[in-house]
Antibody, heavy 118, light 108 residues
Framework: QVQLVESGGGVVQPGGSLRLSCAAS????????THWVRQAPGKGLEWVAF????????YYADSVRGRFTISRDNSKNTLYLQMNSLRAEDTAVYYC???????????WGQGTLVTVSS | EVVMTQSPGTLSVSPGERGTLSCRAS??????VAWYQQKPGQAPRLLIY???TRATGIPDRFSGGGSVTEFTLTISSLQSEDSAVYYC??????????FGQGTRLEIK
């Protein structure tokens, strides 16, 4: 069964850190590019970060650059998002997603909720 | 940054009718547009990519069209399960990848 399963979400105070994980199964994870996309409560979708198959090329949204770090471990079929200096506006459901040839998102995880609050 | 603008904000259509959703890009994105369906409490699902190619398993009631800056998603013979929010996305000029703000489709 093709799936992505996120974990690591929770409640964190402003200025704190959190590490999200996304475990892939049922497909050749190492051949796909990977993204994080988030959705604030009641809002639309916002692309957050990208890394290519080998994990070398990395791009970030301006809103998270310098605070978030995307990485992947192909030996574990897992994608990560290290989030530091968290702000209230980072509160959202975080989805991992993969893309094959282009950069449309073919497979999505179910999402994990991150709440930044004191 | 490419801004994607969707219209209308909400579309209310009767079962069996056709619904057309629009998406406009602030600059040319060629045919690098995808459409997603999102139901409450669920992750988005890919419907259309490259403006007009249906994703695997998507019924042929869903069709996409357009190029350059104007795009449409058409759902023929609407069914109750089509009630959802629909997002367009461009992947031509990135980063950043950008989404439209969404169109809520209601089935009367």
């Amino acid at each position: 069964q093709v799936q992505l399963v996120e974990s690591g979400g929770g409640v964190v105070q402003p200025g704190g850190s959190l590490r999200l994980s996304c475990a892939a199964s049922g497909f050749a994870f190492s051949t796909y590019a990977t993204h994080w996309v988030r959705q604030a409560p009641g809002k639309g979708l916002e692309w957050v970060a990208f890394t290519r198959y080998g994990g070398n090329d990395k791009y970030y949204a301006d809103s998270v650059r310098g605070r978030f770090t995307i990485s992947r471990d192909n030996s574990k079929n897992t994608l990560y998002l290290q989030m530091n200096s968290l702000r209230a506006e980072d509160t959202a459901v975080y989805y991992c997603a993969v893309s094959d040839s282009g950069s449309h998102f073919e497979i999505w995880g179910q999402g994990t909720l991150v709440t930044v609050s004191s | 940054e490419v801004v994607m603008t969707q219209s209308p904000g909400t579309l209310s259509v009767s079962p069996g009718e056709r619904g057309t959703l629009s998406c406009r890009a602030s600059q040319s994105v060629s045919s690098n547009v995808a459409w997603y369906q999102q139901k409450p409490g669920q992750a988005p699902r890919l419907l259309i990519y490259d403006a007009s190619t249906r994703a695997t398993g998507i019924p042929d009631r869903f069709s996409g069209g357009g190029s350059v800056t104007e795009f449409t998603l058409t759902i023929s013979s609407l069914q109750s399960e089509d009630s959802a929010v629909y997002y367009c996305q461009q992947y031509s000029n990135w980063p950043p990848i950008t989404f439209g703000q969404g169109t809520r489709l209601e089935i009367k």
